[in-house]
């Protein structure tokens, strides 16, 4: 006898097939789940990676050419001082010279110069400030931020011929206030020293303002 027309298409497109066994259940499932977890992969890889906070975010205001205002216990004076990124910008680099005239502090004067380097150490997450000093120190800071990103904190780890000796370096941004006439960008850096033994003693607060013309 003749399969009827109706049954025959249902047979065709599988509107009526057998049972199914348990090792074809089992293969759909696994199918579906092998899906679902590609398609899940591939959102989640699709999808814009978290940003991650910038390291040198409190440090780039530095860039640029200062000039400045020395204090401290060898008297008064001014500086100047540059702060550039180098070689791919992967490093801070600073210049400074200042100059001390002869006074009651400093009765033949003082000329001072440095420069410094700032690197991201990556394995500790941390800025490390390395300072080069005319009188033949490497001072090896770690420096952290202040709160509110207006500035940093500094203290050795070590220090090149200078064995116990430790030292604190502040630098802080300084909004201008009502009083000021003009808006024009500074900081302020302060440097402690603590010789072997002795507890940390304040030896200078510079003020330092933007060179007028200079740009960041």
Known sequence: SRIPRSLAAGLRYGWMQEPLGTKAIWSRVVGSAFFWGVLLLTVVSASPA?????PWGPYRFLVGHWNGRIGGNLGTG???RTYEFVVGDIYLMSRHSSHRPPQPESPKGDVHE?????SFDRERNVIVY????AEGYVNTYRCETMDGANG????????ESGSGVRARWTVKRIAPSASEETSEEAFEDTFE???PGKELQHLFTNRWTRAAGATR
């Open 78 to 80: 001014a500086g100047e």
């Open 152 to 159: 940093f904190v500094c203290n050795t780890e070590s220090v």
């Open 193 to 195: 020293l603590g010789w």
């Open 114 to 118: 440095e420069i410094g380097i700032f």
């Open 130 to 133: 390395r300072q080069f000093v």
């Open 50 to 54: 978290e940003e991650q906070p910038d």
